[in-house]
């Protein structure tokens, strides 16, 4: 999704480092640990260069001295999804769903409120997750949630605050192939095995109340049948494509297809500004719009192998560099590209800076408005998503209803030629329902409107980074 990146820099000079040296996700621990650190960012982010930039400049500014090998590359550290801590990270930018794993690890140095700039600037969701006692286990960097975009002309989805307004005002089973024909339902990611995973326990959280969302072994019913009204409302062929482009969803809704559709709100940049003037955005709502939000974020840690080589001090103010206003500003914002990354900052005075920058940003910051909580979960989340995680992705695909279009083997140039080409087509997919098309976005050379959609049992099984580059995720 993005390309790797190894930034290494002493006093100015910035030096690429080829991944092959050392061999593929090994990064050796620095030679002389006072003179240098490692940082291993989060690289699925728009513009990930713009991020190394930034906390290169930053660095060089309060400690030109001390050699910083920065690390933004999805095979050596992807946010915690999937590769380990290494003993050489002396930060790293995860992921806090897995905040309470790397604590019960024993990863996360504590990091008292005067070690840190202006403490209190914290949007207050983040801030609170990630304090233990009174010190920050982690810093907060960047946020995400589950919105809901759609035109702001829909005063039906405008009014909606409950899952059932949603569904009312969008409708289910408008349509059944990969890409709405035109502005009709809505599309959702659930192409990777953890971001349907977590999906589950942000709807589940949403109707029960329960936080952090248990990680039981028992499926809950009501959750999962929300997921599969939101397969209702998109298709399965929609949430289930794998796409390159993480922002695909937004990128079609900016070509005429769809209605709305549900990402995180770096799916923007996918926009032009006419497009993002004329649309509305919301926390999606999974159930009758009691509960507060479940805000994603990602969090700077300090790893406690530092104490051993030392250079713990050192690591504590390069978290603190990173996740300042100024190094925020410059690794979201417009920059020298134009237009920002449209990432949600975690600190209030950066949204405000931002603001200055591109205006968007004030529309950005009411979405802290709803008194998000920050999705984080138990100690065993990786346990429960290589288990029950798995089997809520085989049960919200089991049996899916309205159907699915089907490729058909030749093109079908009118109503006459349909029935001969469709019917062995939808043979083995629940018969014919009478419809085609030979029509982008369909595919070619046609498609044909089958009454059952088989879900390949082989994709379910993939496992999948972030649903967005900032990846579930």
């Known amino acids: 999704?993005?390309?790797?990146?190894?930034?290494?820099?002493?006093?100015?000079?910035?030096?690429?480092?080829?991944?092959?040296?050392?061999?593929?996700?090994?990064?050796?621990?620095?030679?002389?640990?006072?003179?240098?650190?490692?940082?291993?960012?989060?690289?699925?982010?728009?513009?990930?260069?713009?991020?190394?930039?930034?906390?290169?400049?930053?660095?060089?500014?309060?400690?030109?001295?001390?050699?910083?090998?920065?690390?933004?590359?999805?095979?050596?550290?992807?946010?915690?999804?999937?590769?380990?801590?290494?003993?050489?990270?002396?930060?790293?930018?995860?992921?806090?769903?897995?905040?309470?794993?790397?604590?019960?690890?024993?990863?996360?140095?504590?990091?008292?409120?005067?070690?840190?700039?202006?403490?209190?600037?914290?949007?207050?969701?983040?801030?609170?997750?990630?304090?233990?006692?009174?010190?920050?286990?982690?810093?907060?960097?960047?946020?995400?949630?589950?919105?809901?975009?759609?035109?702001?002309?829909?005063?039906?989805?405008?009014?909606?605050?409950?899952?059932?307004?949603?569904?009312?005002?969008?409708?289910?089973?408008?349509?059944?192939?990969?890409?709405?024909?035109?502005?009709?339902?809505?599309?959702?990611?659930?192409?990777?095995?953890?971001?349907?995973?977590?999906?589950?326990?942000?709807?589940?959280?949403?109707?029960?109340?329960?936080?952090?969302?248990?990680?039981?072994?028992?499926?809950?019913?009501?959750?999962?049948?929300?997921?599969?009204?939101?397969?209702?409302?998109?298709?399965?062929?929609?949430?289930?494509?794998?796409?390159?482009?993480?922002?695909?969803?937004?990128?079609?809704?900016?070509?005429?297809?769809?209605?709305s559709w549900i990402g995180f709100t770096e799916s923007l940049s996918q926009l032009t500004d006419a497009q993002r003037d004329a649309l509305s955005f919301k926390p999606m709502p999974f159930a009758d719009g009691t509960q507060p939000p479940l805000f994603y974020a990602d969090v700077v840690a300090v790893n406690t192998s530092t104490a051993d080589r030392g250079t713990q001090a050192l690591a504590i103010e390069l978290a603190d560099v990173i996740t300042s206003t100024d190094t925020v500003v410059a690794s979201i914002g417009t920059g020298t590209y134009g237009e920002p990354q449209f990432l949600l900052a975690t600190r209030e005075s950066a949204f405000a800076a931002l603001e200055v920058q591109d205006p968007y940003y004030a529309r950005l910051a009411e979405l802290l408005d709803t008194d998000p909580l920050l999705f984080k979960l138990g100690a065993d989340v990786r346990e429960w998503i290589d288990t029950t995680g798995q089997e809520v992705r085989t049960d919200v695909f089991e049996a899916p209803q309205c159907g699915c279009d089907v490729v058909a083997a030749s093109f079908i140039p009118d109503n006459a030629a349909a029935p001969a080409i469709c019917e062995p087509t939808c043979a083995d997919h629940g018969g014919w329902n009478g419809q085609w098309t030979n029509q982008p976005p369909a595919p070619s050379p046609s498609v044909c409107g089958c009454n059952a959609c088989t879900v390949d049992s082989a994709a379910l099984a993939v496992e999948d980074t972030p649903p967005s580059p900032i990846v579930d995720q």
């Open 1 to 259: 999704m993005t390309q790797g990146i190894i930034a290494r820099t002493r006093i100015g000079a910035a030096v690429v480092v080829a991944m092959s040296i050392a061999g593929p996700g090994f990064v050796p621990a620095p030679a002389a640990a006072q003179d240098s650190l490692t940082v291993a960012l989060y690289p699925w982010v728009p513009r990930p260069q713009q991020f190394v930039d930034a906390v290169q400049a930053a660095w060089e500014e309060v400690q030109p001295g001390v050699e910083l090998t920065i690390i933004m590359d999805g095979s050596v550290w992807d946010g915690g999804y999937h590769t380990p801590v290494q003993p050489s990270f002396d930060v790293f930018v995860f992921d806090a769903m897995y905040f309470e794993d790397y604590q019960s690890q024993g990863l996360l140095t504590p990091i008292a409120p005067d070690q840190v700039t202006d403490p209190d600037d914290f949007v207050a969701y983040a801030r609170e997750g990630v304090t233990v006692d009174g010190d920050f286990m982690a810093l907060p960097l960047l946020g995400c949630a589950n919105v809901l975009f759609y035109p702001t002309s829909n005063e039906a989805l405008d009014a909606a605050t409950t899952i059932d307004e949603v569904n009312a005002a969008l409708g289910q089973c408008t349509y059944i192939s990969e890409i709405p024909p035109d502005r009709r339902g809505t599309m959702v990611d659930m192409s990777g095995s953890t971001s349907t995973a977590t999906l589950y326990l942000d709807i589940l959280h949403s109707i029960t109340g329960q936080y952090p969302p248990p990680l039981a072994t028992e499926i809950d019913p009501d959750a999962l049948d929300t997921q599969r009204d939101l397969l209702r409302i998109a298709s399965v062929l929609n949430a289930t494509a794998e796409t390159s482009n993480a922002y695909q969803r937004a990128d079609w809704y900016s070509e005429g297809y769809g209605e």
